[in-house]
């Protein structure tokens, strides 16, 4: 079968950096996407992995291993406006998201 | 303007009435689609449309009806619905299914509350 596993709610320092996992198990995997989503407003893409490795992007990054079936998201000097839910998302052997219920992210000052 | 615009932003209806949602994108996509998202449940995809055809109806009730007339318009029409439909409902717009290389771009969505 296939699920997919992240944590519901983690806490971070403004200026910390903190680490969002995902986990998941398919048969089939066509790569795997990160979403930023704000209460209230859209989800927004923020990276998108098929190989294994690490892809940075200014100050977030998202590293995937397919062969562990784990990704994670990476926020470095967290800022206030980074309090969000963090969506992650496969896409299975027939090219469907298979989602994550979301991480939601609080930052303290 | 917003690459994909979604009204109303807030609807409560009666489980009798009859109401529409409406999303349209400025992006020249050709796939949109239609999710359901629940507190604390993953988004859960409804229907799918590519180049004006549906490809995707993930067993959704026949209360919810969508419509497709072009690659910019997307609506959901609803009709007796129940209070476990309150939610808030996001459509969604992408340069083509079947790809990996195609991220998602979302509307702000509709609140929805079935009294």
């Known amino acids: 079968g296939q699920n997919i596993d992240q944590p519901t709610e983690m806490t971070a320092t403004e200026g910390a950096i903190v680490q969002i996992n995902c986990t998941y198990q398919t048969s089939g995997f066509n790569g795997l996407f990160w979403y930023q989503q704000h209460a209230g407003e859209a989800p927004t893409f923020l990276s998108y992995?098929?190989l294994d490795g690490l892809e940075e992007k200014g100050r977030f990054s998202s590293f995937l291993s397919r062969s562990k079936g784990y990704s994670y998201l990476l926020l470095k000097e967290l800022q206030m406006k980074d309090s969000a839910s963090y969506l992650c998302?496969?896409?299975?052997?027939?090219?469907?998201?298979?989602w994550g219920a979301g991480t939601k992210l609080i930052i303290k000052p | 303007e917003t690459g994909v615009t979604q009204t109303p932003r807030h609807l409560v209806m009666g489980m009798t009435n009859k109401k529409s949602l409406k999303c349209e994108q400025h992006l020249g996509h050709n796939a949109m689609y239609w999710y359901k998202q629940s507190a604390k449940k993953p988004l859960e995809l409804m229907f799918v449309?590519?180049?004006?055809?549906?490809?995707e109806n993930n067993s959704v009730p026949s209360r919810f009806s969508p419509e497709c007339p072009n690659s910019s318009h997307l609506f959901l029409h609803l009709h007796t619905l129940q209070p476990e439909d309150s939610a808030l409902y996001l459509c969604?717009?992408?340069?083509?299914?079947?790809?990996?290389?195609?991220?998602?771009?979302f509307g702000n969505g509709t609140r929805l509350t079935v009294t």
């Open positions: 969604a717009s992408s340069q083509a299914t079947g790809t990996g290389e195609s991220p998602l771009h």
């Open positions: 992995n098929v």
């Open positions: 449309y590519n180049f004006k055809e549906q490809t």
């Open positions: 998302a496969f896409m299975d052997s027939n090219y469907q998201l298979i």
